[in-house]
């Protein structure tokens, strides 16, 4: 006979943490099964770390609405948890007159989205507060920060615990069925089971279409296509030249290279952009020369020898070169009729944003599909 689990939360990354954490909260029983030993170790520790601002979102989008309340649950909760973090602030700039324009759409966009402490910036100010930066006017966004991610995922998860939550590691997903007693799952690795779940939520990331496609019974029209795009982040030898986030107005061939500031004082740039067909986080190396040119455009300082490789990350996409730019996608019973099913799709940046508003979207999900 399956074992009967209330809530099974599928994927250990930061956005599966958030949610086992939320229903825990919520007194739900939950098991968080993980297909790898440890917590986190694909996109939650491949990113920037950064806190987004909710600057670069359609509005009215889950990515608009998630992010800007994230970044406020996200705030409060680093500080009452002592989790390090720290408000680095963010210039976005503009290299030359053409991109000034875009300066301005961005802050419309920002305003829309309620993020409304945009300051312009003039070629001078900017020249005051990141003198290595070339740029002809920028804007400075003072509610974006930079998170220690490990340390966050360390606290969702003692949250989840500490509510009766329990995590199993080595543990992939590898089939099920929707069945009238709920949704059954076979679970593989070192101590295989099958478990009937009254809910389940599809937090599995890069892998989250797979799985979906694994259990029969999630109709296959509801479930998007699978994209990946690699990034390669370079990082900078010594202490880095610059205070803040430093992000130029996205070239199309550019792809939007940029600068974090990590909270040891150190940088990196990237990621750039490049679609693969596998999920492979192997450094290629023959983007150096590109990263040189890219980040000269704006630090025109940057020696030779100076970029070192550092590591990429894969974004989840839903949308493939015709479609650049999609939302997150997670569905509900009324989205693929399914119930006590949750599925996430697509969450790219800024999940690690969202992550805590991820989690309340969920809980309210699933108490629908009750
Ligand atoms: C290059 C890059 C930079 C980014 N920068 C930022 C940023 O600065 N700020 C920001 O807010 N966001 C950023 N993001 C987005 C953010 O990192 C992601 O949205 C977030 O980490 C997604 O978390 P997740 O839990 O959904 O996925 P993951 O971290 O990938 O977790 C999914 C988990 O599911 C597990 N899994 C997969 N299949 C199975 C299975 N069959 N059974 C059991 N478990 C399974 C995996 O092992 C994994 O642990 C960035 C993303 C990328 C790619």
Redesign the pocket.
């Known amino acids: 006979m399956p074992e009967k689990i209330d809530c099974a939360v ?9 949610i086992a954490r939320e229903l825990a909260l919520a007194g739900r029983e939950v098991v968080l ?4 030993d440890a ?14 601002a909710g600057i670069f979102y359609v509005p009215g989008s889950l990515k608009a609405r998630l ?1 800007v309340e ?1 970044k406020q649950l996200m705030y409060r909760y680093c500080a009452e948890r002592g989790i390090t973090h720290k408000r680095i602030t963010k210039v976005i700039v503009a290299t030359g007159e053409a991109q000034v324009a875009e300066l301005g759409k961005y802050k419309q966009q920002a305003e829309a989205n309620g993020v409304n402490d945009l300051q312009m910036l003039t070629r001078e100010e900017l020249r005051r507060i990141e003198p290595e930066v070339a740029a002809v006017a920028g804007f400075l966004s003072p509610s974006t920060g930079v998170v220690d ?1 490990h340390a966050l995922m360390l606290a969702y998860l003692g949250d989840a615990e500490n509510h009766g939550a329990s995590l199993v590691l080595s ?4 089939s099920g069925r929707v069945t009238g007693d709920g949704i059954l799952l076979n ?1 593989g690795g070192t101590e295989p089971m099958t478990v009937v779940c009254n809910t389940v939520v599809n ?6 279409q ?2 979906s496609r ?1 259990v029969e019974g999630i109709p296959a029209a509801t479930i998007p296509p699978t994209f990946y ?3 390669h ?1 370079y990082t900078l030898t010594g202490k880095s030249p610059f205070s803040r986030h430093v992000y130029p107005i996205a070239r199309q061939d550019w792809h939007g290279v940029h600068v ?1 500031v990590d909270l040891g004082g150190r940088c990196k740039f ?2 750039d952009f490049e679609w693969i067909d596998r999920i492979d986080y192997r450094f290629d190396e023959s983007r150096e020369a590109l990263f040189y040119e890219t980040v000269r455009h704006y630090y025109p300082g940057l020696k030779d020898g100076a970029l070192q490789p550092g590591y ?5 996409k839903i949308g493939g070169p015709s479609k650049l730019v999609t939302d997150f996608l997670i569905q509900g019973e009324h989205d693929h009729g399914v119930k006590g099913l949750v599925a ?1 799709y697509g ?9 805590l508003a991820i989690g309340k979207a969920v809980a309210s999900l699933v108490g629908e599909s009750q």
């Open positions: 599928i994927g250990a990354g930061v956005v599966g943490l958030a099964i993980e297909a790898e917590i986190g170790t694909h996109t939650s520790s491949r990113n920037s770390e950064v806190i987004h992010c994230g991610s543990s992939p997903v590898q679970v937090a599995a990331g890069l892998c989250a797979d799985v694994q795009a690699i990034g982040y974090t990237g990621p990429t990350g894969i974004r989840p996430l969450i790219e940046s800024p999940g690690l944003t969202s992550s």
